[in-house]
Every structure is written in C-alpha cells, then in structure tokens.
C-alpha cells in the first residue's frame, strides 16, 4: 500500500511539473504574441489619447494644474513594465497553446502586422463613433434622469406627507 502512495505521489509531482511546463510555455507564447502586436506602444498611444482627453476635461473645468500630475501618476502606474506580467497572464489564460501560436504566425504575415499599424487608427475611428452616439443619446438620458428624479422627489413627498397611524399598545 505505501508503495502504491508514494508511486501516486511521484505521479502527482510529475504531471504538476507537466503543468507548470506548460503553463510556462504558454505564457512565453503570449509574451511573444504581445510583442508581435506590439502592445508596449499601443499600450503608449492609448495612454496619449487619455491624456489630451483628460487635458481638454480639466482645462473645461478649469484645473489645467493637476492634469500633469495626473497623466504622469497615470503613465507610471500604467506603464508597460508594469503591466506586461498582467498583459502575459490574461492571454495565456484565455488563448490555449494552440491559439496563441496561431495568432503569432497570422500576426507575423504582413496582413496581421498591417493590422495591428491600423489598430490605433480604428481604435480612435470607434472611440469618435460611440461619442457620436451618445451625444445623440444625452438628450434621451438627460430626460430619463430628470423624470427619474422627479419619481423620487414624488416618492419621498409622498412617505412623508402620510399621517402616521396611532397604534394602541397592549
């Protein structure tokens, strides 16, 4: 019976250095990928965006000042060297071996490294689409709020406008 134990357990070693070999294999997989698509510098470009956007918000609001302090607090806690390890396990998570080197062999082809120069452009493409609709949308969601305010307002008259009942104590 200890033999068949300890044979159980030497398997059980086995498979987990099995899985943590994959589980490393996978993950240089997705770093590799990463790279290909060369997310460090859309990482980079997606954080110049949420800067002039955030520029343009506080300057509206007239705190131009704690922009800087903002963007740069921002691109440090959100920099690539911090972030790559999180990029890494997401992939590798959700992309089997398979589909990881398959996507690394389309994104090596000129047509995935054209894709991925495009990305930014798209990305502002459909940033500029959704803004569009909601502000064909705020006018909807403006009145929606107002009578949802008004539906409250109504509600709190109403609970204390009411007389309280006098209940006999026994």
Not at 39 to 54: E, G, N, P, R, S
Not at 141 to 147: D, L, V
Request: with cysteine; aromatic share 6%.
């Amino acid at each position: 019976m200890r033999r068949i134990t300890i044979g159980v357990f030497i398997l059980c070693l086995m498979g987990a250095g099995s899985l943590y070999a994959d589980e490393q294999s996978q993950r240089k997989l997705a770093e590799e990928l990463l790279t290909i698509m060369k997310t460090d510098k859309q990482l980079d470009a997606t954080l110049d965006k949420m800067k002039t956007v955030q520029k343009e918000q506080m300057n509206s609001m007239g705190v131009p000042e704690v922009e800087d302090k903002m963007m740069d607090l921002m691109a440090q806690e959100m920099s690539w060297e911090k972030m790559k390890d999180d990029y890494i396990a997401v992939y590798s998570e959700v992309f089997t071996e398979e589909e990881l080197q398959g996507l690394i062999d389309f994104y090596k082809t000129p047509v995935g490294q054209k894709f991925v120069e495009k990305t930014p452009e798209i990305t502002t493409k459909l940033m500029q689409m959704g803004q569009k609709h909601t502000m064909q949308l705020m006018p909807k969601i403006k009145a929606m709020t107002s009578e949802m305010a008004n539906e409250l307002i109504r509600k709190s008259q109403e609970t204390t406008s009411k007389p309280l009942v006098n209940a006999e104590i026994k």
